[in-house]
């Protein structure tokens, strides 16, 4: 079985600055992974994933992952938030069948 | 562009009842999911279905049925509401490659009196 563990329940940021959400997994077989976004009173939106090939995937909204192997990691960057990006995310994993494993969340907070 | 519509966004009901929440995708998936999301806990998966009268278990079923009678609709019903049933549940549909990605819908608030 694939878990997902996301390292930060919550992160404050101030609107221009840098933001890096930390994903962690564990599987004992190859995987895909997801980041999705929740804003407010919204139901979840893909926000990027990997599958295989270049190991730095770019999303929408400026968001990118890199997916790290050896440290079975795939953590989020942002190099500038706005307001708008004040929202949940999801990390996911999804190892075989048809089931997606989540994080716990990170509330992202962005602050003028 | 998908859309995932879920029959209520709030719903107040009271312990015992019988509760049905619907949800409706228009990209003809063939897979679709009943999720619930607690704080600090994510989504958790209730039901699975992957074609047309087909259903499988996922995490957390215990107190839960569904219905996919019609290739477009996924009901998730509670027979007998409890209040730790309280929760946000999220439908969501897809393709049924293993990378695809889930579309999913606005949610339901539900809250058991």
């Not at chain 1, 980041?35 to 139901?43: A, E, R, S």
């Not at chain 2, 107040?12 to 998936?29: A, S």
């Not at chain 2, 998966?45 to 019609?70: A, H, N, Q, W």
Request: charged content about 20%; proline content about 4%; glycine content about 6%.
């Amino acid at each position: 079985a694939q878990s997902v563990t996301q390292l930060d329940s919550q992160v404050p940021v101030f609107e221009e600055a840098p933001v890096e959400l930390r994903c962690n997994y564990s599987s004992s077989v190859s995987v895909y992974l997801f980041w999705y976004v929740q804003y407010p009173n919204q139901g979840l939106q893909l926000l990027l994933k990997y599958l295989s090939g270049s190991t730095l995937v770019k999303g929408i909204n400026g968001f990118e992952a890199e997916f790290n192997k050896s440290q079975t990691s795939f953590h989020l960057r942002k190099p500038s938030v706005h307001i708008s990006d004040t929202a949940e995310y999801f990390c996911a994993v999804s190892a075989k069948g048809y089931k997606l494993s989540f994080g716990a969340g990170t509330t992202v907070t962005v602050r003028a | 562009d998908v859309k995932v519509t879920q029959s209520s966004r709030y719903l107040v009901k009271r312990t015992g009842e019988k509760v049905f929440l619907e949800c409706v995708q228009d990209m003809d998936h063939e897979n679709m999911f009943w999720y619930r999301q607690d704080p600090g806990l994510g989504l958790r998966l209730i039901y699975f279905s992957y074609d047309v009268k087909m259903k499988e278990k996922g995490d957390i079923p215990e107190g839960y049925s569904v219905s996919r009678e019609k290739k477009e609709r996924f009901s998730l019903i509670l027979e007998s509401a409890s209040t730790n049933q309280t929760s946000m549940y999220l439908c969501a549909s897809s393709p049924p490659e293993l990378q695809e990605t889930q579309y999913f819908g606005p949610g339901t608030r539900l809250l058991v009196l």
